[in-house]
């Protein structure tokens, strides 16, 4: 018997409210993920891939969204646990890296101590000390050079890419067993890009953590996931092994993304080539 996979989701709806009543951004979205995967989901803009996302975090109060369906984690159902039962989680057994670190950061703290925030809400055992070491070691672990004076810096003294390093540091501290990464180098330039997915492929790879990739990008998917998850107006047009579904894509609408991307023809990441 199939080990149950680390996270499925059945027939997710997620409606925001509008002043004309719902609207429907994810229309019955299935899929699953075994532990230490790496699925992408990739769709037009406005198909619905951060609402899962969002979903999937438990980060639907601020836009009062409504979710329906199910969502099924480590065997738990999401959908209905407590507020503070998503706090705990979030951040710890789950964890978000978005397009925008500098949106995701707060510019007024040294990233040592935003990095640490993790360990101080999540491990309120731990001490000063401890978790100023923890967090020397993690911007070690992302690549950071020099990281006994980078751990006092404020993020506008750092470039993009390490500031989303820094994010990525926080995301992957208490090694979550699941990591959505929303866009995560689109803010970046080219080479930059390849070095940060790079990284957190690594980084998930060591600590099997599971890494759900949302792109628009079908040649990082490519090159990057297992499966694939094609999105279109909150539907699911689309789902399987990258290179069945890539390489012989069914549906027209999956054939029309892959006409429309730089890359097209060469079947590898164009790392050359200006993505969106
Ligand atoms: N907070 C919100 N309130 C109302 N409508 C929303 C909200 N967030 C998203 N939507 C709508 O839901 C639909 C799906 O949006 P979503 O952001 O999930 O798409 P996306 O695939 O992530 O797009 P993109 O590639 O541009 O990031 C869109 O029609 C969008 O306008
Ligand atoms: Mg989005």
């Known amino acids: 018997m199939a080990a149950s996979p680390l996270l499925s989701v059945g027939n997710l709806t997620v409606d925001y409210p509008s002043r004309t009543g719902l609207i429907r951004a994810v229309d019955g979205v299935s899929f699953s993920i075994s532990a230490g995967s790496v699925l992408g989901v990739v769709g037009e803009s406005g198909s619905g891939k951060s609402s899962v996302g969002f979903a999937l975090m438990g980060l639907t109060d601020a836009s009062k969204a409504v979710l329906g369906g199910t969502i099924t984690f480590e065997g738990r159902d999401m959908l209905t646990l407590s507020r503070s039962a998503w706090r705990q989680l979030r951040g710890d057994r789950i964890a978000m890296v978005f397009q925008d670190a500098m949106a995701t950061l707060n510019p007024v703290m040294r990233i040592g101590d935003q990095i640490g925030e993790v360990f101080r809400w999540h491990r309120p055992e731990m001490s000063r ?118 390489m012989n894509p069914q549906h027209a609408y999956t054939q029309i993304l892959l006409k429309a991307r730089p890359g097209f023809g060469s079947g590898h990441m164009n790392t050359g080539a200006p993505h969106g």
């Open 129 to 246: 000390r401890a978790i100023r070491a923890a967090c020397l070691e993690l911007l070690e672990r992302v690549g950071i050079k020099d990281a006994g004076r980078r751990i006092d810096s404020y993020p506008h003294q750092l470039s993009g890419g390490m500031r989303q390093r820094v994010v990525i540091a926080a995301a992957i501290a208490l090694k979550p067993s699941l990591l959505i990464a929303d866009e995560p180098t689109t803010a970046l330039d080219v080479t930059v890009q390849a070095q940060i997915l790079e990284l957190m492929q690594t980084l998930c790879r060591e600590q099997g953590t599971a890494l759900i990739l949302v792109s628009h990008d079908l040649d990082v998917v490519s090159d990057v996931c297992r499966d694939v998850v094609v999105m279109k107006d909150g539907v699911v047009v689309e789902a399987g092994p990258v290179d069945d579904v890539l």
